[in-house]
C-alpha cells in the first residue's frame, strides 16, 4: 500500500514537468525518508523464499511480469545470471550476460549461452515459447537478433528480428530496441547508437510482425498511424514510441502503450489491435497509461487515469471499450505490475518510505487482498537500475517469482504456492 500522502503526490506531478529536477529530488527524498523510516529486517513473509541463483557471487533475475519462467510442466526454470557484473549499474553491452536452466526436478544448472541485450526491467524478453522450446533476443554484431532454444536437443536458432511478445513458436509481435532506448532506457537496447534524426522516421518504424517458422518480418502498425488514429496538439514535434506489446491468450488480439514525450514530459494512451494490425482503436487516452494485463480474451485491467475516479487499476472491455474501477479497495494501492492466475491477480508495490516493497494477491471474486510479503530495495538500486519485484505467476499456480534485491544483490526467488 502507497505510504505517500495526497500532498507528496500533488508535488510529484508537478515535478513530472521537469524530469531531470524530479529525478534529482526524488533521490534526495528517498534517501532521507529511507533513514528516518528504516526497518529492522530486509524482509518480511510467512512463505519460504527459495532464489534461483547458481552461484552465490553472481546476481540473477528474470525480467517482466507478464512471463513465467517456469514452463508449462513445471520441470523447468529459465532466467538471467551475471557473471561478476553488478546489476546496479548501468548495462554494458561489451559485459555480456548468462541465459540459465535450472532443471526443477533433480535442481542442477545450466549455462544455455550469453547475451549482450539486455535491460534490468525486462532482460532479453526471455520467455518460453512451448514446454520444450524458449526464445530470447541477442546483437549480432550489425542488427537485433532473437535465438531460439530446444531443451530436447540442445539446439539454438536464429531468428533474423528481436521479439517483444510471442505466441506459442509460431510468432512474435516486436519494436525497435534502440527507438526505445533513445527515450526510455529502463527496456531500450544500447547495442546501436540511435541518431536524433531516425526518431523522425514514423513510416517505416513501429510494431512489426515477426513469423518464427518461416523467419520473415513486417511492418504492420507504423507509428505515424497511430499518431493519426488520435493526433492531439502535443504529438507535434514529440519523440514518439511503441512499448509493452501483450497479446491475448488466444493470439487474436494485442495491447500497447503508445508515448510520446513532449517538452520533456511524458504522454500515454493504451491501443487495442487485431493480431494483423488492420483492427486498431484507441482503449484509454487520459495521457497515463501504466502497467496492464489480459484477464481471459476480452477484458484488459491496468493501472491509468480515468475522469473523475483519478489513478487506480481498472478493467477495460475490449469490445464495448467501457472502463470500471476494478474495486474501491484497491483504489489505496498506487501502481504495481498486474498478472491473473483464474480470478487472482498478482501484484506489487513500489518502495516505500521505508524501502520496503510488496508482493500482494486480490481475489478478484472475494474482494480480498493478502500481503504475500515486502521486501527491501537498498538504495544503490534506483532510477534505471531499480529493482522492481514483478512478480509472476507460474504457469500451474503452483508458484509466485519474483524479482528482489533485499539481500543485497538482484536475485531471482520463488515461492511455493498452491491457489
Known amino acids: 500500500m502507497s505510504s505517500y500522502n495526497s500532498i507528496e503526490k500533488y508535488f510529484a506531478r508537478i515535478l513530472a514537468e521537469f524530469p531531470g529536477l524530479k529525478s534529482g529530488i526524488k533521490r534526495l527524498y528517498s534517501t532521507a525518508n529511507f533513514y528516518l523510516h528504516k526497518k529492522n529486517f530486509t524482509h518480511k513473509s510467512e512463505k519460504t523464499i527459495i532464489p534461483v541463483l547458481s552461484c552465490k557471487e553472481n546476481e540473477s533475475f528474470f525480467g517482466y511480469y507478464d512471463k513465467s519462467p517456469m514452463n508449462l ?68 554484431g550489425l542488427k537485433f537478433i532473437s535465438k531460439m532454444y530446444d531443451t530436447r536437443n540442445e539446439s539454438l536458432k536464429t531468428i533474423d528480428f528481436p521479439i517483444y511478445d510471442c505466441f506459442k513458436d509460431e510468432f512474435a509481435l516486436s519494436i525497435n530496441f534502440s527507438r526505445l532506448n533513445s527515450t526510455d532506457k529502463d527496456y531500450g537496447y544500447k547495442n546501436i547508437k540511435y541518431k536524433p534524426d531516425h526518431l523522425k522516421d514514423l513510416k517505416n518504424d513501429g ?35 511503441f512499448n509493452h506489446i501483450m497479446m491475448s491468450p488466444d493470439g487474436k488480439y494485442f495491447i500497447f502503450i503508445h508515448r510520446w514525450y513532449q517538452s520533456g514530459k511524458r504522454y500515454d494512451s493504451l491501443i487495442l489491435s487485431s493480431m494483423d494490425g488492420a483492427d486498431v482503436k484507441v ?46 479497495k484497491m483504489r489505496s494501492f498506487g501502481d504495481g505490475h498486474p498478472s491473473f492466475y483464474g480470478n487472482k491477480m498478482l501484484f506489487d508495490s513500489y518502495p516505500d518510505r521505508s524501502r520496503m516493497q510488496s508482493i500482494y494477491i486480490y481475489d478478484i471474486e472475494k ?41 543485497g544483490n538482484r536475485t531471482l526467488n520463488r515461492i511455493n504456492y498452491v491457489v
Request: aromatic fraction near 14%.
Open 73 to 140: 510442466n513445471d520441470e523447468f526454470i529459465i532466467y538471467h545470471e551475471t557473471g561478476g557484473i553488478h546489476t546496479n549499474l548501468p548495462p554494458d553491452t561489451d559485459k555480456k550476460i548468462n541465459i540459465m536452466l535450472f532443471n526443477a526436478k533433480n535442481n542442477s544448472y545450466r549455462k544455455i549461452t550469453e547475451t549482450s541485450s539486455y535491460n534490468w526491467q525486462q532482460g532479453s524478453k526471455l520467455q518460453w515459447l512451448t514446454e520444450e522450446k524458449l526464445i530470447f533476443n541477442d546483437f549480432d
Open 207 to 241: 510494431i512489426f510482425f515477426v513469423d518464427l517458422k518461416r523467419n520473415k518480418t513486417r511492418l504492420i502498425i507504423p507509428i505515424e498511424n497511430i499518431i493519426n488514429l488520435h493526433f492531439k496538439e502535443n504529438m507535434k514535434e514529440a519523440k514518439h514510441l
Open 283 to 328: 482503449l484509454a487516452d487520459s495521457d497515463l497509461v501504466s502497467h496492464c494485463c489480459w484477464f481471459g480474451n476480452k477484458t484488459v485491467v491496468g493501472y491509468l487515469k480515468y475522469h473523475s475516479h483519478g489513478n487506480s487499476f481498472y478493467k477495460i472491455n475490449i469490445q464495448s471499450g467501457k472502463i470500471n474501477l476494478l474495486s474501491e
Open 367 to 407: 474482494d480480498i487482498i493478502d500481503n504475500i510479503g515486502s521486501f527491501l530495495s537498498p538504495l544503490r538500486y534506483f532510477s534505471n537500475t531499480r529493482c522492481d519485484l514483478h512478480p509472476r505467476w507460474s504457469f500451474s499456480g503452483k508458484d509466485i517469482f519474483f524479482d528482489s534485491t533485499h539481500e
